[in-house]
């Protein structure tokens, strides 16, 4: 398909979640015309913005004439169908967050609350960035990262087998195995 249907473009979501913190600087960022363009360019036709606690309230666009449409919403009691629908994914640090897009195959961009004391989520950010699994980057350097965003580069999750870890595990406590 080339992108048309019908003479309409098709949709092309960017979904973006902060989870139930407070990360005005994300959405600040998201919310950028350098950022909002950025995607444009990028073929991008939408924008969500989960926002959770966060104060700041982005700019809504409805996307008239073939220009990009921003809408948000504060929580859900479930992000699965957004993540679903979306072509790109722009998330906090949170292991939910992170792991439920890497395993639905979405292409993600990770941006670090630098606001977190002990910020333990960067360690995974940047662990599986180093695998190629997603991109990583700071509110600050977003648009950088949105510019040479090259999705073609990342390399699919495939979430371990457990099953040696449970052979060993019953080996150890003596309950029988099929080895």
């Known amino acids: ?92 640090a949170g292991s939910g967050s992170i792991f439920e897009t890497l395993q639905l195959g979405k292409p993600l961009i990770v941006v670090v609350n630098e606001d977190l004391m002990d910020n333990h989520q960067s360690e995974l950010a940047e662990e599986l960035a180093e695998r190629k699994h997603l991109l990583y980057t700071r509110p600050q350097t977003l648009l950088q990262t949105i510019q040479a965003i090259d999705l073609k580069s990342l390399v699919p999750y495939s979430p371990g087998n457990p099953m040696s870890v449970i052979t060993l595990m019953n080996r150890f406590l003596g309950f029988p195995t099929d080895s």
């Open 1 to 92: 398909m080339d992108g048309a249907e019908n003479g309409k473009l098709s949709r092309k979501m960017v979904f973006v979640t902060v989870g139930t913190t407070c990360f005005d600087a994300l959405v600040k960022a998201v919310d950028s015309e350098h950022v909002k363009e950025e995607l444009t360019k990028k073929g991008y036709t939408n924008i969500l913005i989960q926002m959770g606690r966060g104060s700041y309230v982005p700019t809504k666009v409805l996307g008239v004439d073939g220009s990009l449409r921003v809408d948000y919403f504060t929580f859900s009691r479930s992000i699965a169908d957004y993540l679903k629908s979306a072509s790109l994914i722009i998330s906090h």
